[in-house]
T-cell receptor, first 111, second 113 residues
């Protein structure tokens, strides 16, 4: 059974600091996705990582994928308050069409 | 607006009533997914369509839940004899092909009194 674990589940940080969110998964998959969710809102696609070594950057966020280690990271550089949200990673099941989701990381960035 | 749309955005109902939600995917997307999300949790997969065919349904989904996508375009999710435990956000997503990511609609928030 594919399991996806995120850590930390909660993160409070100051503006201007750097931090990394980790996403580990338990079985083979070459496709990993990062989403953002604001309170009471739906999910916004941030990054689609489709191969080992993939790295994508958008503004202050950078995501990477190491399929051999079954690990993805979401790195936040010089955090700003607008990045406060819950961040989810999700992994494709190779055998069917489901996305298996992590529990989410609630990120609070204090001015 | 060419994104995924869902209707209604909010639904309040009494226990035992039936409810139906609608999802309109991005027009060229042939894959459509339904998820349920409760507060503080990640989305829980409910079911998946490729065109009009329902290819996967969660083992956790009770027989009170049914979904259709009659012409391979919009989809409906019906919950019969609602229970308080059905209160959640119901999310619809669509995608083009495997590996391109799923795009989510705004969700329908269901409250069962």
């Amino acid at each position: 059974e594919l399991k996806v674990e995120q850590n930390p589940l909660f993160l409070s940080m100051q503006e201007g600091k750097n931090y990394t969110i980790y996403c580990n998964y338990s079985t083979t998959s070459d496709r990993l996705y990062w989403y953002r969710q604001d309170p009471g809102k739906s999910l916004e696609s941030l990054f689609v990582l489709l191969s080992n070594g993939a790295v994508k950057q958008e503004g202050r966020l950078m995501a990477s994928l190491d399929t051999k280690a079954r690990l993805s990271t979401l790195h936040i550089t010089a955090a700003v308050h607008d990045l406060s949200a819950t961040y989810f990673c999700a992994v494709d099941m190779v055998s069917n069409y489901q996305l298996i989701w992590g529990a989410g990381t609630k990120l609070i960035i204090k001015p | 607006d060419t994104g995924v749309s869902q209707d209604p955005r909010h639904k309040i109902t009494k226990r035992g009533q039936n409810v139906t939600f609608r999802c309109d995917p991005i027009s060229e997307h042939n894959r459509l997914y339904w998820y349920r999300q409760t507060l503080g949790q990640g989305p829980e997969f409910l079911t998946y369509f490729q065109n009009e065919a329902q290819l996967e349904k969660s083992r956790l989904l009770s027989d009170r839940f049914s979904a259709e996508r009659p012409k391979g375009s919009f989809s409906t999710l019906e919950i019969q004899r609602t229970e308080q435990g059905d209160s959640a956000m119901y999310l619809c997503a669509s995608s083009l092909i495997l590996g391109t990511g799923q795009f989510f609609g705004p969700g329908t928030r269901l409250t069962v009194l």
